[in-house]
């Protein structure tokens, strides 16, 4: 992943600093005390005082190098703590949000629960749709951080799915959408990845593009992948939309924190597949590549 690729980088430009500076010093120790050795021998005018430049090179060379290794094997202690330290904030931040999305999973089906007894005797509370609808979107925004947090080690099952089922599972949470699928087709994925993409992207359509409608068409790609375009009828970015999906990129005051259409593109690329952002007709157009499952 990226962010083990970074920590490599760091581990080897610290070690390679490391072994240059001490093989440069250690070269020069030994010609500095190899040169005073010879005009030592040669002139026995001055052997006294080359002698005290031998010793002089021997124990301040000697503290040179210790004091190089020293710095060195700080530097290598620093980032692996570093390290060490980054990890177990991760795992914490992952356990909380665990244990916080348990809650709220259970909160919300007493929303829903109430909401069906409401709907039962022909009522309706508009406070309860609000709790609902934001109930919804802190569920994704608490998917995104579990995915981001557990984006170096967190393993995708890859299964063949319906594209069909995981469209209409998610397009229930979002009753103000009206979500068109043209045809089937069997993909492979992970499901609970698939349907984060997807929520993301009927959750960008519906509060950063205010539509009201999301067609999605399936189109069959190259090297057995699938495309899977999703269009929705909003007003469409304000910004270049290869801007998008840059992480804590925000467009304008009010967007988020872009960690959504960030997640979505990893996960994507974790599953072999792709993701593009443009502009459709009217609203934002995502372009997802996956690989087709084949009977």
């Avoid at 010879?38 to 021997?58: K, N, T, W």
């Avoid at 060379?61 to 530097?75: K, N, T, V």
């Avoid at 069909?164 to 043209?182: C, G, H, N, P, Y």
Wanted: a negative charge; zero cysteines; glycine letters at 8%.
């Amino acid at each position: 992943m990226e962010t083990e690729r970074r920590h490599r980088i760091e581990y080897g430009l610290a070690i390679l600093w490391l072994v240059f500076t001490i093989s440069l010093a250690t070269w020069w120790l030994i010609f500095g005390l190899r040169q005073a050795s010879e005009l030592r021998e040669v002139s026995q005018a001055h052997s006294e005082e080359l002698a005290e430049v031998h010793h002089m090179l021997f124990w301040e060379g000697g503290a040179l190098i210790a004091s190089l290794a020293a710095g060195g094997a700080a530097l290598l202690y620093g980032i692996r703590r570093e390290r060490k330290r980054r990890a177990a904030i991760e795992d914490f931040f992952s356990a909380f949000t665990h244990e916080l999305k348990t809650s709220l999973a259970s909160l919300r089906l007493q929303v829903e629960s109430l909401e069906e007894d409401l709907q039962e005797r022909g009522e309706s509370s508009p406070l309860l749709d609000r709790l609902l609808k934001d109930s919804v979107r802190l569920q994704l925004q608490l998917d995104n951080s579990l995915f981001y947090a557990n984006r170096r080690k967190g393993q995708l099952y890859l299964e063949t799915l319906s594209l069909k089922r995981i469209v209409e599972s998610v397009a229930l949470e979002f009753t103000d959408l009206t979500v068109r699928l043209d045809r089937d087709v069997a993909v492979i994925a992970d499901a609970r990845a698939l349907e984060s993409v997807l929520r993301n992207l009927f959750q960008n359509a519906l509060v950063h593009g205010n539509a009201d409608t999301v067609e999605i068409r399936v189109r069959d790609g190259e090297d057995g992948n699938v495309t899977i375009t999703v269009e929705d009828n909003g007003a469409g970015p304000a910004v270049d939309p290869a801007a998008l999906g840059r992480l804590f990129f925000r467009p304008t005051p009010r967007s988020g924190t872009g960690v959504g259409l960030y997640i979505s593109r990893q996960l994507l690329q974790r599953m072999s597949g792709g993701l593009v952002l443009s502009r459709g007709t009217r609203g934002l157009t995502a372009t997802l590549q996956l690989p087709e499952a084949h009977p």
